[in-house]
């Protein structure tokens, strides 16, 4: 079987889409949120970094360590921010920020 690359020609389609005022909010929502998911995990691993450079075993530092590392779910992290568990977000724009942050620094 050829791939695309090896195909003479390649083919695509343009859509142009009028979503309504209501699929607008949500469409918002989503990005929104996913956007959010990004900023946080990367604010979770500032902090992380910042945390593990204390060389000094203080119960409180590996506390907050252990507290952030779990939180780099994001599952565990729309339990710790509750506005995350919104009905109308998508459950993929969750997993495509985390994913889309493993991508971009890993």
């Keep these: 079987m050829k791939t695309m690359a090896q195909l003479s020609y390649h083919y695509g389609l343009k859509v142009r889409i009028y979503p309504s ?8 929502l989503n990005s929104d949120i996913a956007r959010t998911v990004y900023n946080k995990l990367i ?3 500032k902090e ?5 450079k204390v060389k000094l075993p203080l119960d409180t530092v ?4 252990k ?3 779990k939180r780099k779910n994001p599952k565990e ?3 710790h921010y509750r506005y995350m568990l919104n009905k109308n977000i998508d459950s993929l724009a969750l997993a495509n920020a985390k994913q889309n942050y493993n991508k971009a620094w890993k």
Excluded: V
């Design 21 to 28: 005022s209501q699929q607008k909010a949500m469409i918002k």
């Design 43 to 45: 604010a979770i691993d």
């Design 48 to 52: 992380l970094y910042q945390l593990k």
């Design 62 to 65: 590996i506390d907050r360590i």
């Design 67 to 69: 507290e952030l590392e």
């Design 77 to 79: 992290l729309a339990n």
